[in-house]
T-cell receptor, first 125, second 109 residues
Framework: QVQLVESGGGVVQPGGSLRLSCAASGFIFSDFDMHWVRQPPGKGLQWVAI????????YYADSVKGRFTVSRDNPKNTLYLQMDSLRAEDTAVYYCARWRRSGTILGYQYAMDVWGQGTTISVSS | EIVLTQSPGTLSLSPGERATLSCRASQSISSSYLGWYQQKPGQAPRLLIYGASSRAAGIPDRFSGSGSGTAFTLTISSLAPEDSAVYFCHQYGNSNEGTFGQGTKVEIK
């Protein structure tokens, strides 16, 4: 079945680095743009980044720009998020999500239709 | 950055009642990129509505979405106990930056 599984979470000190992975299965990974979304404890959802299916375009939220890098390995069906210079405010559950385009050339619609279960990052000294 | 503002913050209703959730954008956005998501405690978000008004696969028809421009609405026509959750609207469009609303918590009395 269609599935996304995140891994790589853990506890890291401020200023440290961590790399998250998101393993995709059950669909043609290279056909889809992919997002990272995070959720701080007890708070709402925050969009983090998107990478296009061909990996040639990547966009970031201002809060992570210059510190986080999104990448993908299409032959390995895996999405990554390299997080550097981590701060306490980066503490959150991190989700990967598939960005699906549906419709026709007359009108496309988009949505995050498949989500992983999330992986938890805690930035603390 | 496009800001999405959801209201009310919390909605407390009885089973069978109608719930109306609002999502207002700080500037006009394309309906094609407006989605609604449901999140229950300890779970990942689940897609309910995409393109502002299309129901995702497997979503009961008591859920409906409407709106355009800067004003969007999620309606639950007859609340069921399992609809207790937080609901988020989301947009990602031409600005290449995504945003979520802060969420509306729906409580079933």
């Amino acid at each position: 079945q269609v599935q996304l599984v995140e891994s790589g979470g853990g506890v890291v000190q401020p200023g440290g680095s961590l790399r998250l992975s998101c393993a995709a299965s059950g669909f043609i990974f290279s056909d889809f743009d992919m997002h990272w979304v995070r959720q701080p404890p007890g708070k709402g959802l925050q969009w983090v980044a998107i990478i296009r299916y061909h990996a040639n375009s990547k966009y970031y939220a201002d809060s992570v720009k210059g510190r986080f890098t999104v990448s993908r390995d299409n032959p390995k069906n895996t999405l990554y998020l390299q997080m550097d210079s981590l701060r306490a405010e980066d503490t959150a559950v991190y989700y990967c999500a598939r960005w699906r385009r549906s419709g026709t050339i007359l009108g496309y619609q988009y949505a995050m239709d498949v989500w992983g279960q999330g992986t938890t990052i805690s930035v603390s000294s | 950055e496009i800001v999405l503002t959801q209201s009310p913050g919390t909605l407390s209703l009885s089973p069978g009642e109608r719930a109306t959730l609002s999502c207002r954008a700080s500037q006009s956005i394309s309906s094609s990129y407006l989605g609604w998501y449901q999140q229950k405690p300890g779970q990942a978000p689940r897609l309910l509505i995409y393109g502002a008004s299309s129901r995702a696969a497997g979503i009961p028809d008591r859920f409906s979405g409407s709106g355009s421009g800067t004003a969007f609405t999620l309606t639950i026509s007859s609340l069921a106990p399992e609809d207790s959750a937080v609901y988020f609207c989301h947009q990602y469009g031409n600005s290449n930056e995504g945003t979520f609303g802060q969420g509306t918590k729906v409580e079933i009395k």
